[in-house]
């Protein structure tokens, strides 16, 4: 049986998965700041439930973001620390890829903006589109001005925008509120739904070394936690 760990801390929620052989379950707690704190007994507590020690993992996942600057390198850090431990290889997974995996899965959406709110009046933000039962980027993950967005050409009202980044929406062009369909502001990047990509891509081999684990920003500025 192959198995797969998943963190996320990218939000103010902390989550923890685990892939068996297609099989997920998971662990979510809200805990803004709590992260350092909860991870480890939330991973132990899922590990436990499982029956499954942590030896028996064959590799560990984790949000790289964007999303929070300190929670995205305590998950990366917690991850690298696991997969040097045992070995194993590490997986790096957009949170925004994510996110576009939820409202597919959960929405029935085929066409999906995930978005994420980078504070400074800027969103984190991407496009994907599934094909043949795959997700498929159409805009990379990029931050930027809601303004400043340009999107492809679709028909009205397609797009599922999802995310934290919802609440900028009125920032938005005509052009791009008018192909936004359907739109969630209450959901966060989690490891569920990390996991189920991660194990994708080592399916694929797209694996790195846990010496490579690496948060992206995809700024450099750091925004305080504090509204």
Partial sequence: MTSLL????????CSVALW????VISRVEHAPRGH???LMPMIDALLDEAGI??????????GHGPGSFTGIRIAAG????????????LLGVSTLRALARSACQRDGASLVMPALDARLGELYVALYQVEQ???????????????????????????????????LMD??????RECIGTS????????????????????????????????????DQVVSSKR
């Fill in 6 to 13: 998943a963190l996320d801390a990218s939000s103010s929620a």
């Fill in 20 to 23: 068996m052989d297609g099989h």
């Fill in 36 to 38: 350092t704190r909860r």
């Fill in 53 to 62: 020690a942590r030896t028996s993992l064959d590799a560990i996942a984790y």
């Fill in 78 to 89: 917690v991850a690298q620390g696991i997969a040097y431990g045992l070995g194993c290889p």
């Fill in 133 to 167: 039962g795959q997700l498929k980027a159409v805009l990379d993950d990029a931050v930027m001005a809601p303004g400043a967005l340009v999107l492809p050409s679709c028909t009205p009202g397609s797009i599922t925008m999802i995310g934290s980044g919802v609440a």
């Fill in 171 to 176: 920032g938005l062009s005509l052009d791009v």
């Fill in 184 to 219: 969630i502001e209450s959901r966060d990047p989690e490891a569920c739904d990390i996991a189920q990509l991660a194990a994708m891509d080592l399916a694929s081999g797209l694996i790195t070394s846990p010496q490579e684990a690496l948060p992206i920003y995809l700024r």
